[in-house]
T-cell receptor, first 114, second 111 residues
């Protein structure tokens, strides 16, 4: 069974540009989560999808961040326009139907905004 | 709000040394607790978990016991190996599935 995959693995962009991160969850997992680790600090929750619906987006830092989950399958996280403080590692995780189930994480996308 | 506090790293040990990484939490109720590990160049992997007080999670020689009275979930291993070098994250699970993480502790094991 394939794990959670994320693309790209690394992205270097300039301030003001747009970047789109993609996450493919484990097949059949209804729950999809985005997290972020900035500057070696704690990993922080961004948002949670159940199928195609946003269940909780309380962790989204501001309206420069837009997340979608087309058809309840893969998800994208767009940052537009990117700022320096957006640099960090963006993790995606998925879990089966019950929210309390173990979350399986992808390898992360390392974003650097210059 | 809920939070997790881990001992700061980096932690450097010699092979076969005993490991303890402290983790304490603040939360309403009794959340499930987790340790995740990130090996160099890889994503987060679940190492172990405990879902209620006094539960002991264990995996790959690592153990952690859910201590309600001290709100702690310390990670221990009796004899570390070079291959255990990684970043370790303690986390609690909130209602709805949100994980709240500590800041991570980097472990380096020298031969």
């Amino acid at each position: 069974e394939a794990g959670v995959t994320q693309f790209p693995s690394h992205s270097v962009i300039e301030k003001g540009q747009t970047v789109t991160l993609r996450c493919d969850p484990i097949s059949g997992h209804d729950n999809l989560y985005w997290y972020r680790r900035v500057m070696g600090k704690e990993i922080k929750f961004l948002l949670h999808f159940v199928k195609e619906s946003k269940q909780d987006e309380s962790g989204m830092p501001n309206n420069r961040f837009l997340a979608e989950r087309t058809g309840g399958t893969y998800s994208t996280l767009k940052v537009q326009p990117a700022e320096l403080e957006d640099s960090g590692v963006y993790f995606c995780a998925s879990s089966q139907a019950e929210p309390g189930e173990t979350q399986y994480f992808g390898p992360g996308t390392r974003l650097l905004v210059l | 709000g809920d939070s997790v506090t881990q001992m700061e790293g980096p932690v450097t040990l010699s092979e076969e040394a005993f490991l303890t990484i402290n983790c304490t939490y603040t939360a309403t109720g009794y959340p499930s607790l987790f340790w995740y590990v990130q090996y160099p160049g890889e994503g987060l992997q679940l190492l172990l978990k405990a879902t209620k007080a006094d539960d002991k999670g264990s995996n790959k020689g690592f153990e952690a016991t859910y201590r309600k009275e001290t709100t702690s979930f310390h990670l221990e291993k009796g004899s570390v190996q070079v291959s255990d070098s990684a970043v370790y994250f303690c986390a609690l699970l909130r209602w709805g599935g949100k994980l709240i993480f500590g800041q991570g502790t980097e472990l380096s094991v020298k031969p």
